[in-house]
Nanobody, 122 residues
Framework: QVQLVESGGGLVQAGGSLRLSCAAS????????MAWFRQAPGKEREFVTY???????YYADSVKGRFIISRDNAKNMIYLQMNSLRPEDTAVYYC???WGTGSTIQKEYHYWGQGTQVTVSS
């Protein structure tokens, strides 16, 4: 089993920055991809970004140029640096893990964290 725990959410003004972290523990070993998804109030959960084991990244158009995903394989951690935040970025942010390559499809991820709330005020 794998456990994922997110942290770093909070309240920030529009234009500000936040850094989310996700710690993976348990049955973790190499060759897994990790991703961030988010769910805004009243909306379905959507893909934000993923990073492969080798460091390849992919972003949703809505966050491209503002968000940066990174990982520390030695620590089994991923991070999401969120800059130039907008009110529409308000959501619960979830990290997810899947064995193999990255994917934008939620159902292809095997493990999920509990989520961390990000609120951006205007």
């Amino acid at each position: 089993q794998v456990q994922l725990v997110e942290s770093g959410g909070g309240l920030v003004q529009a234009g500000g920055s936040l850094r989310l972290s996700c710690a993976a523990s348990g049955r973790t070993f190499s060759m897994y991809a990790m991703a961030w998804f988010r769910q805004a109030p009243g909306k379905e959960r959507e893909f934000v970004t993923y990073i492969s084991w080798s460091g390849n990244t992919y972003y949703a158009d809505s966050v491209k140029g503002r968000f940066i995903i990174s990982r520390d394989n030695a620590k089994n951690m991923i991070y999401l640096q969120m800059n130039s935040l907008r009110p529409e970025d308000t959501a619960v942010y979830y990290c997810a893990l899947r064995w193999g390559t990255g994917s934008t499809i939620q159902k292809e991820y095997h493990y999920w964290g509990q989520g961390t709330q990000v609120t951006v005020s205007s």
